[in-house]
């Protein structure tokens, strides 16, 4: 396990700093997953998406253009912990699609209604470097897919979202 330092809380990037929110982020080089660089980042991300209660938090939101997403535990209760996606690739989205509501941290008080593959494949590295797929489905999946498109420099907003109040998100 990584050593223990102080965390950082990230400012999380509005549309006022969209330069770096439409900057796609670099891939993460494999020997660098280990190194003290990459690991105090993703503590670090960890905590800032809980401190903004957030279920999903991805590098370029708060200004590193790396391929980098970070995942709740609550979005799905078999996850064993907080999901960390390097370099994530979906490769096989469901043709069959599902609307979901969507928010995002970096456009808050703004909410839309999106439709996106119901079930993927995601292949990625963890923290230790492992490589996994995982195929998932449902709330899990929408997220994923969510966040990999922040790597892309990509918005919800970019995706014809049908507004609406989120009455879904808010408690
Ligand atoms: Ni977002």
Known sequence: MPKKTKLRVWTIFSPGDERLLRTPGESVALADISGQTV???LDDMLVTMKQAQGIGLAAPQIGQSLRIAVIA????????GPLILINPIITQPSSDQVPIE???????GVFGIIRRAEGITV???DRFGQVHNMTTAGLLARVIQHEVDHLHGVLFIDRQPEFTRGQELLP
């Not at 535990?73 to 064993?80: F, G, H, I, K, S």
Request: charged share 30%; aromatic share 10%.
């Open 39 to 41: 690991q105090r980042l």
């Open 73 to 80: 535990r609550e979005v799905d209760p078999a996850l064993p």
């Open 102 to 108: 969507e928010g995002c941290l970096s456009i808050p």
């Open 123 to 125: 292949r990625y590295f």
